[in-house]
């Protein structure tokens, strides 16, 4: 599919109210970023359900299982989850317990889920209650926008597939380069235009008909607008139905993942990969008379 149209004049809704992002995790003082995160003391009555007592889920095989090759992804969403709790665990992390249908069927220890686009590990699971945990690091808290779930928050989810599986989105690594701004949406016909405000040491990846995982879904860039440090995408009336993406309000965040290629064609370049091919020199050949 072909979209001719450039959205230039995106609508801008202002907000009414307050965004009602919750303050969840404390997280560890870094020179690189402020802390942004608060969590509620424990004695104090909370919304969230903080894993203060060992989990009682048990699930069917308590060994891993011998590592094999499932950290890529298509960014083709399988299924939204729901949040169930979140908080800091009993070792000391920080858990994400969600509840899902599809991507359960086989779960095992140690697989990877894409949630909202983030890779992460399952560590405990219960297909009974069709809820699983997977851990969360502090950087990974600070580099995307799961900082902002809450209870019953609806996330996307997909399974890492092994290399002889379909893909049909493109290659997703579900390392999240960081995060972006929404700032405007607006409805033409049954479809949905987004556009979002991201870092320019980001934008300079995103590319017009180019690549680019949002929330963890495989997305086309329509146009690129570098003043404004902002880019837009469409999403269709099927796709706005399977992804969490037009659920946010304007002023959250999405996760994004930029077209690996472009990371590693700047690396080349930057390492003067070219400069050694163009100085390179083949040894002479002389014919014989």
């Given at each position: 599919?072909?979209?001719?149209?450039?959205?230039h004049?995106?609508?801008?809704?202002?907000?009414?109210?307050?965004?009602?992002i919750?303050?969840?995790?404390?997280?560890?003082?870094?020179?690189?970023?402020k802390?942004?995160?608060?969590?509620?003391?424990?004695?104090?009555?909370?919304?969230?359900?903080?894993?203060?007592q060992?989990?009682?889920?048990?699930?069917?095989?308590?060994?891993?299982?011998?590592?094999?090759?499932?950290?890529?992804?298509?960014?083709?969403?399988?299924?939204?989850?729901?949040?169930?709790?979140?908080?800091?665990?009993?070792?000391?992390?920080?858990?994400?317990?969600?509840?899902?249908?599809?991507?359960?069927?086989?779960?095992?220890?140690?697989?990877?889920?894409?949630?909202?686009?983030?890779?992460?590990?399952?560590?405990?699971?219960?297909?009974h209650?069709?809820?699983?945990?997977?851990?969360?690091?502090?950087?990974t808290?600070?580099?995307?926008?799961?900082?902002?779930?809450?209870?019953?928050?609806?996330?996307?989810?997909?399974?890492?597939?092994?290399?002889?599986?379909?893909?049909?989105?493109?290659?997703?690594?579900?390392?999240?380069?960081?995060?972006?701004?929404?700032?405007?949406?607006?409805?033409?016909?049954?479809?949905?235009?987004?556009?979002?405000?991201?870092?320019?040491?980001?934008?300079k990846?995103?590319?017009?008909?180019?690549?680019?995982?949002i929330?963890?879904?495989?997305?086309?860039?329509?146009?690129?607008?570098?003043?404004?440090?902002?880019?837009?995408?469409?999403?269709?009336?099927?796709?706005?139905?399977?992804?969490?993406?037009?659920?946010?309000?304007?002023?959250?965040?999405?996760?994004?993942?930029?077209?690996i290629?472009g990371?590693?064609?700047?690396?080349?370049?930057?390492?003067?990969?070219?400069?050694?091919?163009?100085?390179?020199?083949?040894?002479?050949?002389?014919?014989?008379?």
């Open positions: 599919m072909v979209l001719s149209a450039s959205l004049s995106l609508c801008i809704i202002p907000h009414t109210s307050q965004s009602k919750p303050s969840i995790f404390n997280l560890l003082k870094s020179p690189l970023a802390p942004h995160l608060k969590i509620n003391p424990i004695f104090k009555p909370s919304s969230l359900s903080l894993f203060t060992p989990s009682k889920l048990r699930p069917k095989t308590q060994n891993f299982r011998t590592p094999t090759i499932r950290s890529l992804f298509t960014g083709i969403v399988e299924e939204m989850g729901e949040i169930k709790q979140l908080g800091m665990a009993d070792h000391g992390g920080f858990d994400l317990k969600i509840h899902a249908k599809t991507v359960i069927e086989d779960v095992h220890l140690g697989d990877s889920i894409a949630v909202n686009g983030t890779c992460l590990t399952v560590t405990d699971f219960d297909t209650l069709g809820e699983f945990t997977v851990g969360l690091a502090p950087e808290l600070r580099k995307t926008s799961l900082s902002e779930l809450e209870p019953g928050s609806l996330v996307n989810l997909e399974r890492a597939i092994p290399p002889t599986g379909r893909m049909g989105g493109h290659f997703v690594q579900g390392h999240v380069d960081g995060t972006a701004e929404i700032v405007g949406k607006q409805v033409e016909g049954d479809s949905l235009w987004i556009k979002v405000k991201t870092d320019k040491n980001l934008l990846y995103v590319v017009p008909k180019g690549f680019i995982a929330d963890g879904t495989s997305l086309t860039v329509v146009d690129v607008f570098e003043e404004e440090l902002c880019f837009n995408f469409m999403l269709v009336a099927y796709t706005r139905q399977k992804v969490v993406i037009p659920l946010k309000e304007i002023g959250q965040k999405v996760n994004l993942e930029v077209d290629l990371k590693y064609v700047e690396r080349l370049l930057s390492s003067g990969f070219v400069d050694s091919i163009k100085g390179s020199r083949f040894p002479e050949t002389h014919n014989k008379n």
